[in-house]
Nanobody, 127 residues
Framework: QVQLVESGGGLVPAGGSLRLSCAAS????????LAWFRQAPGKEREFVVG????????YYADSVKGRFTISRDYAKNTVYLQMISLKPEDTAVYYC????????????????????WGQGTQVTVSS
């Protein structure tokens, strides 16, 4: 079964940038849909961005649109989240998730729709 490992989190000042990575091991997620979620202290896990199995469709939460970009590298079996213009409210643990997509073009936005999760990486944006 595919396992996911996130990396790239850290502490940055407001306005800064980070790139998160999520690498798959024990298998491939070449035909899977992928997404990033985040969870801030005391809050529920929220959808950030999702991408279809082909990479042709992506959907962003309004709060990150224009600042975050998702991409996937099939050869490296890795999905990335490039984050710019970071704000203190972006502070959270960021999780990547994946699920089989069966060659459809869907982007899944609910956490319950994903079957495999990484352990998370902390992003802290200081004001």
């Amino acid at each position: 079964q595919v396992q996911l490992v996130e990396s790239g989190g850290g502490l940055v000042p407001a306005g800064g940038s980070l790139r998160l990575s999520c690498a798959a091991s024990g298998g491939t997620f070449g035909t899977n849909a992928l997404a990033w979620f985040r969870q801030a202290p005391g809050k529920e896990r929220e959808f950030v961005v999702g991408i279809s199995w082909s990479g042709g469709n992506a959907y962003y939460a309004d709060s990150v649109k224009g600042r975050f970009t998702i991409s996937r590298d099939y050869a490296k079996n890795t999905v990335y989240l490039q984050m710019i213009s970071l704000k203190p409210e972006d502070t959270a643990v960021y999780y990547c998730a994946t699920r089989p997509a069966y060659y459809n073009r869907n982007v899944y936005t609910a956490a319950s729709q994903y079957s495999t999760w990484g352990q998370g990486t902390q992003v802290t944006v200081s004001s």
